[in-house]
C-alpha cells in the first residue's frame, strides 16, 4: 500500500522555539494532504488541509499564524508550530488520500512534540 | 465538528474472545470507514463500507452499517494480544475530509 513518511517521529523544544515537522508521500503523489492534532487518549482533530500550490486551508479554530503549513510539491508537505509554548505539546499526525486507493487515508507514523 | 461516537471507550477482553465496537454519526454518509492506531502511532486503514452496503468482510473483521440508525458496528473475531489498539470509525466531510471519532481502546488479555 501507499506510504506516508512523517518525521521527526519525536521532538522536544524549549517554550518560543519554532519547530517543523515533515509529511512525504513516499510512492504516490499527494496534491492534498490533511494535518491532524492528537491529545492523550482522544480522537484526532483536523487542523487543516494542505494544498499542492495554493494556501492551506484551515479549519475553525486552529490560528493559521501559529501553525504554517506549506506544500510545495506533490510529495511534501510541512507544518511549522511557531513559538511554540508548552500549550502546543501534542501528538501531530499527516494524511494523505491515494488517488488509486479512492476515499481512504494513509497516515504518517506521528510526531510527538513536547514544548518545555 | 466530531461526527462519530464510539461506543464503549474501551473494553478489555480475554484472547480468543470476540470484540464488539459500536459508532454513530449524525448526517448522511456516502462511506464510513474504521481505523485502528497503535499506541503513539499513526492510523491504519481497516475496512470501508459504502451506504449503499449493509455488511463487509475483511479476514477476522466484520463491519456492518444500519443507515436508518445511522450506526455501524465492528466486530473482531478470535482476538489476539496484536490487537490490542484504538479503533476508531470516520466519516467523510467533503473532499476526502474526514472526520474520526471518540474512538475505542481495545485491550486484549493474554
Known amino acids: 500500500g501507499a506510504v506516508v513518511s512523517q518525521h521527526p517521529s519525536r521532538v522536544i523544544c524549549k517554550s518560543g522555539t519554532s519547530v517543523k515537522i515533515e509529511c512525504r508521500s513516499l510512492?504516490?503523489?499527494?496534491?492534498?494532504m490533511f494535518w491532524y492534532r492528537q491529545f492523550p487518549k482522544k480522537s484526532l482533530m483536523l487542523m487543516a488541509t494542505?494544498?499542492?500550490?495554493?494556501?492551506?486551508?484551515?479549519e475553525q479554530g486552529v490560528e493559521k499564524d501559529k501553525f504554517l503549513i506549506n506544500h510545495a510539491s506533490l510529495t511534501l508537505s510541512t507544518l511549522t508550530v511557531t513559538s511554540a509554548h508548552p500549550e502546543d505539546s501534542s501528538f501531530y499526525i499527516c494524511?494523505?488520500?491515494?488517488?488509486?486507493?479512492?476515499?481512504?487515508?494513509?497516515f504518517g507514523s506521528g510526531t510527538q512534540l513536547s514544548v518545555l | 465538528s466530531q461526527q462519530g461516537e464510539e461506543d464503549p471507550q474501551a473494553l478489555s477482553i480475554q484472547e480468543g474472545e470476540n470484540a464488539t465496537m459500536n459508532c454513530s454519526y449524525k448526517?448522511?454518509?456516502?462511506?464510513l470507514q474504521w481505523y485502528r492506531q497503535n499506541s503513539g502511532r499513526g492510523l491504519v486503514h481497516l475496512i470501508l463500507?459504502?451506504?449503499?452496503?449493509r455488511e463487509k468482510h475483511s479476514g477476522r473483521l466484520r463491519v456492518t452499517l444500519d443507515t436508518s440508525k445511522k450506526s455501524s458496528s465492528l466486530l473482531i473475531t478470535a482476538s489476539r494480544a496484536a490487537d490490542t489498539a484504538s479503533y476508531f470509525c470516520?466519516?467523510?466531510?467533503?473532499?476526502?475530509?474526514?472526520?474520526f471519532g471518540q474512538g475505542t481502546r481495545l485491550t486484549i488479555n493474554p
Open positions: 494542505s494544498n499542492e500550490g495554493s494556501k492551506a486551508t484551515y
Open positions: 463500507i459504502r451506504s449503499n452496503e
Open positions: 494524511s494523505a488520500p491515494d488517488r488509486t486507493a479512492s476515499e481512504k487515508l494513509f
Open positions: 510512492d504516490f503523489q499527494a496534491t492534498t
Open positions: 470516520a466519516t467523510e466531510q467533503g473532499a476526502q475530509k474526514l472526520v
Open positions: 448526517t448522511s454518509i456516502n462511506n
